[in-house]
Each structure stands twice: as C-alpha cells, then as structure tokens.
C-alpha cells in the first residue's frame, strides 16, 4: 500500500478531525497546544491566494497536532458553528489533571454539568477522570448507578467523590 501524503509531504492520517472557526483557526490551534503541550504543535499554516474565498495572505488552514493527534482547523467565516454534539473528551488519571484541564479549557469559555464545558471558540470538551468507565460499566448496576448519580450532580468531576459513591459512602 502507497503512503499517503499531504500538505507539503505531511502524512496523512487516516481519519481527522476538521475544525470549522470563523476567523480564529490559527489563535484557536496556538490556544490548544498551549495547554496540550506534549507533542503538540502547528505543523502547518496555508493561506488563502488571489482566488479566495477569504481574504488574499489571511490564514485558510491550519494543520496541527495536540498529544500526537492531527487536527485540521479551516478559517471558513460565520456560517457553522459548533455545537454540544461534538465534543473532545480529556483522559484525566487525576484531580489535579481534572482541575488543571478544567480550567484551562474554560477559560473565557462556559463551564457546565457532568465534567462538559465550552472553550472560549464554541468547541466543546469533557474533561473526564480515568475511572468514570470504570465505575460505570461495574457489573453491580447498583454501583454504576450511584456513579452516575453522582456525576449527574457536579460540573466538574470530583474523583474522590465518584470513589464514595463507587463504594457506597456518603
């Protein structure tokens, strides 16, 4: 099988997520990598030509990385939006990584229920504890109902509090 290649000889990745902004797909993607910094980074900026439909010399796309995934963000003007249909979710192994996700992430955005929030762009995330599948899927419906339960009433997930429901503790 042929390897495929993008941009600039840049490998394609087989499936990629393709982000719509207005005019912000370059300050949003520095905004991401900002706060995903492991192995993330612009890989690469096109500008639209003579021909448009954007503004010569302005930012079409952008292609870059956070934590290894490859993104594509296109400055395509105000006819989209994102909504709550699409989301990331953000694997967190604790607290401390839920806090800082959960603050970074909403800043100037909008904080909401069950671990979901909105970035300052519209695009929404989850910032989500390592064992919420875990405690959700237990064979004791019992347990995975207190869980939720749980969840249910908090913005952001509380991992401790998720843990005495889990157990059945107050």
């Not at 989500?128 to 875990?134: D, E, L, N, R, W």
Request: hydrophobic content about 40%.
């Amino acid at each position: 099988m042929k390897k495929r290649t993008g941009v600039k000889g840049l490998k394609v990745q087989k499936i990629m997520p393709f982000l719509w902004f207005d005019h912000q797909a370059e300050e949003a993607a520095k905004f991401y990598i900002s706060i995903f910094k492991k192995n993330s980074k612009i890989l690469k900026v096109v500008r639209y030509g003579k021909v448009g439909p954007g503004p010569e010399g302005t930012v079409m796309l952008v292609l870059f990385q956070l934590e290894g995934q490859k993104f594509t963000a296109l400055n395509g003007g105000p006819q989209f939006t994102f909504s709550l249909a699409t989301s990331f979710a953000v694997d967190c192994a604790t607290q401390k990584e839920v806090d800082w996700f959960w603050e970074k992430l909403s800043e100037g955005g909008e904080k909401s229920q069950c671990g979901w929030l909105k970035d300052k762009y519209g695009l929404s995330w989850q910032v989500v504890p390592t064992v919420i599948p875990k405690f959700m899927s237990d064979s004791d419906p019992v347990k995975s109902q207190r869980v939720m339960s749980a969840v249910l009433k908090m913005n952001k997930i509380e991992i401790e509090v998720l843990k005495k429901a889990y157990r059945g503790l107050k």
